[in-house]
């Protein structure tokens, strides 16, 4: 639960700790400050329940007998402070003893020190209901009581609007301050992964800029050496590679003309078959190896005519396929950006497996999405062969492995065709899985930005 | 093979492998062919004046001087066609030859028997054709809106996106192109296309032009730009326009990947 209302990203998390964090210190800050003020206020308040319950006292004492009721009539009360005139003392046996520090609060001390006129006969003090009230039942010279009722007012400070305001105000701009510096923080860190993205998908990808934080300028500068050293490894590699797909050309070469010398037209035509065979053997570990995919510019191009020359060429060069073996569904033509012989050659390599292992083919290519797939062109290529393992499903991508069950030599393949696939059109931004379909067969899903 | 009445072809080979110099020169002498072959460029400008030759057959790849060099050298000297050797990984090369006025182009390692109907085909052009290989090569071929690029043997629709043909259709495409107007009937097609395309060109001419409408967006039971005649045969319908540069913006088509 907390971990799917945890933001994904550092910068996220970050401010909503710092702001959490912060809420909580002003909170407390606020509270203390509130408290502080709270007590002031309650000595205040307390001061003014004394001396309007003195007011009271005073009035009664001085007053006559009989125009002592009206007066006291008069007297201001105020929340917090009860008055009477009674016969008898609001004060009781058995009640509670006045609470600690209430008595001094409300300066009951002082009734004692009064000016004699003043004084009371008998003072009798006791606590109230709560631990906030206070009973001072004090006896007139005449034997009448003035009872009173005096409590602490209540205050609350969290219902002060200034609190919430200030709270929501700091709040806010805290918010504010964080996130934006979070953002600011936590830029080399997306730029980094984006920068890694691109490395993945074009080893010659533009390298970091080498500023900012001595740790962000430190991290750049490392994975700027680390793409340099990916470089200089596939480049050797590369080159290693086209050195010797360009020597066996040669000998390739001079092979086959010499095959054209054989009198024997049955191994003539075997050798030739096997050179074939090594050629494109040759050819797809160079296409594999160089990448051609890297080089060759990206330009408009419509998908549904290119997926339609892919399986045209597939069948022209299989003459014993009947019409329907090779069929399309989808849009007359769909506009994509990409690299023309790379692309037909990843879709050629998908075809000719379906053609190789299931006997058929069939490209349902699905038009631009809607919504957040609109951006991703789908295209299935399904065969009705006997599908493979599921197990295997991802393992058919590694460089030359085959499955021994359903492909060997007779079938031909040098192991590279679905890996050459998959790296071209991951180059392209998409990519390629396999899957076995329901109704039997293998479905290669393809997917390219549009 | 090459009619008896007419004289051997003279064909000059350049290549810088020796066994590949001298069993090329021997599968062509069997074809009936005059072979002289050189070694690298300098040979080749040595033995150039010494010769009548039909046909170059030129390996990009040449220590010294560069087969494209010798190419640009030889088009300023004649119009005798060229075969280009590349390596498949010279696709730049390729069109750079493609562009200075070679004729056709045979990939490493090569087919011999390929290279052999390349260069029957060229000949064959070069002989039909003798005074149209005077103008410069058409960098683009333009027709109803349509662009065809032959270096880069692509087509290109009114908004500049590519649209993929296969070897066939774009085989038949420029033979078509190459005769707007003209009614050509399905042997004369099939004799046109044979030797120009590399594969077997298997299905029969009729599916190869319903394919090719259905590309161009030509419906095909009222076709505009591709019409049947009547007693069998097709014509392209259309002005068509040759031009020496690539138009601007579609050269410029091809940009940085995504």
Redesign the interface.
């Known amino acids: 639960m907390i971990r799917r209302l945890l933001p994904c990203s550092l910068a996220g998390r970050t401010a909503l700790f710092l702001t959490l964090a912060l809420m909580l210190v002003q909170a407390a800050g606020l509270t203390i400050h509130a408290l502080d003020r709270l007590d002031l206020q309650r000595i205040m308040l307390s001061r003014e329940v004394s001396t309007r319950a003195f007011i009271f006292w005073r009035t009664a004492v001085l007053a006559s007998p009989d125009r002592r009721p009206t007066m006291l009539q008069e007297v201001d009360l105020m929340r917090g402070l009860r008055a009477d005139l009674s016969e008898l003392p609001a004060v009781r046996p058995g009640m509670p003893p006045p609470p600690l520090g209430l008595a001094e609060l409300f300066q009951v001390k002082q009734w004692r020190t009064l000016p004699p006129h003043l004084r009371p006969r008998t003072l009798l003090v006791a606590g109230g209901p709560t631990m906030r009230d206070l009973v001072v039942a004090s006896q007139l010279p005449d034997g009448n009581w003035v009872n009173l009722w005096l409590s602490v007012p209540v205050l609350r400070p969290w219902h002060s609007s200034a609190f919430l305001v200030a709270f929501l105000l700091m709040t806010g701009a805290a918010l504010a301050l964080i996130l934006w510096a979070t953002r600011r923080l936590t830029r080399p860190v997306s730029a980094l992964a984006r920068a890694a993205e691109r490395l993945g998908r ?1 080893v010659n990808a533009p390298p970091l800029p080498e500023n900012g934080p001595r740790e962000v300028a430190t991290a750049a500068r490392a994975f700027n050496t680390m793409a340099e050293r990916i470089r200089r490894f596939v480049g050797d590699r590369t080159q290693m590679l ?1 050195a010797i ?2 020597d ?3 000998p ?3 092979l ?3 095959a ?2 054989l009198d024997d037209d049955e191994q003539r035509r075997k050798m ?1 078959a096997d ?1 074939d065979e090594m ?1 494109a053997m040759v ?1 797809a570990t ?1 296409a594999f190896a ?1 990448d ?3 080089t060759e ?6 998908l549904a ?2 997926c ?3 399986l ?2 597939a069948a ?2 299989r ?1 014993e396929l009947t019409n329907e073996a090779a069929s399309y569904e989808g849009p ?1 033509r769909l ?1 994509i ?1 990409a ?3 790379a692309l ?1 050659r990843a879709l050629a390599n998908l075809v000719g497996n379906a053609l190789n292992y299931g006997g058929t083919v069939r490209i349902l290519l699905d038009g631009h999405g809607s919504g957040a797939e609109s951006s991703l062109v789908r295209m299935r290529v399904e065969d009705d062969g006997p599908g493979i393992p599921e197990d295997c499903l991802e393992v058919v991508f590694q460089p030359f492995r085959r499955l021994e069950t359903s492909r060997n030599r007779e079938t031909g393949g040098t192991g590279l065709g679905l890996p050459i696939a998959r790296n071209i059109l991951r ?3 998409g990519d390629v899985v396999l899957r076995n379909r329901q109704q039997g067969g293998l479905c290669a899903l393809v997917t390219l ?1 549009a | 093979m090459v009619d008896n009445m007419e004289p051997p072809p003279h064909i000059l080979v350049v290549d810088d492998d020796r066994e590949i110099r001298d069993l090329l020169s021997k599968f062509l002498e069997r074809q009936s062919c005059r072979v002289t072959a050189a070694r690298d460029a300098r040979e080749a400008r040595r033995l150039w004046p010494l010769g009548r030759y039909h046909l170059v057959v030129l390996d990009l790849m040449l220590p010294g001087e560069s087969g494209l060099e010798f190419a640009r050298w030889l088009r300023s000297q004649s119009d005798v066609p060229i075969v280009m050797l590349t390596a498949m990984s010279e696709e730049t090369d390729r069109i750079v030859g493609l562009e200075l006025g070679a004729d056709d182009y045979v990939a490493k390692p090569f087919n011999p028997r390929e290279l052999l109907a390349r260069i029957r085909a060229v000949l064959r052009r070069a002989s039909g054709e003798g005074n149209s290989t005077q103008e410069p090569p058409a960098k683009a071929i333009r027709f109803a809106g349509w662009t065809l690029e032959p270096a880069r043997r692509r087509l290109l629709n009114q908004d500049g996106v590519e649209v993929p043909l296969t070897g066939g259709e774009y085989e038949l495409l420029m033979v078509l192109v190459e005769r707007p107007n003209r009614v050509l009937t399905r042997d004369m097609l099939m004799d046109l296309l044979r030797g120009r395309q590399a594969g077997p060109f298997d299905r029969a001419i009729d599916v190869a032009v319903s394919r090719l409408r259905r590309k161009l967006e030509d419906d095909g039971r009222n076709p505009s730009l591709i019409k049947t005649v009547r007693g069998g045969g097709y014509v392209l319908a259309a002005t068509v326009e040759k031009a020496a540069e690539l138009p601007q913006g579609l050269a410029l088509a091809g940009g940085t990947a995504p």
Do not use: C, Q, Y
């Open positions: 074009d086209a797909g360009h066996l050309r040669t390739i070469t001079r086959r003309l010499r054209e010398f030739l050179l050629e050819n160079l160089r051609d995919a890297a510019p990206s330009v408009p191009l419509d005519a290119l339609r020359t892919v045209d060429e022209d060069a003459p007359e506009r950006r690299r023309p012989m037909k180059a392209h931004g930005p």
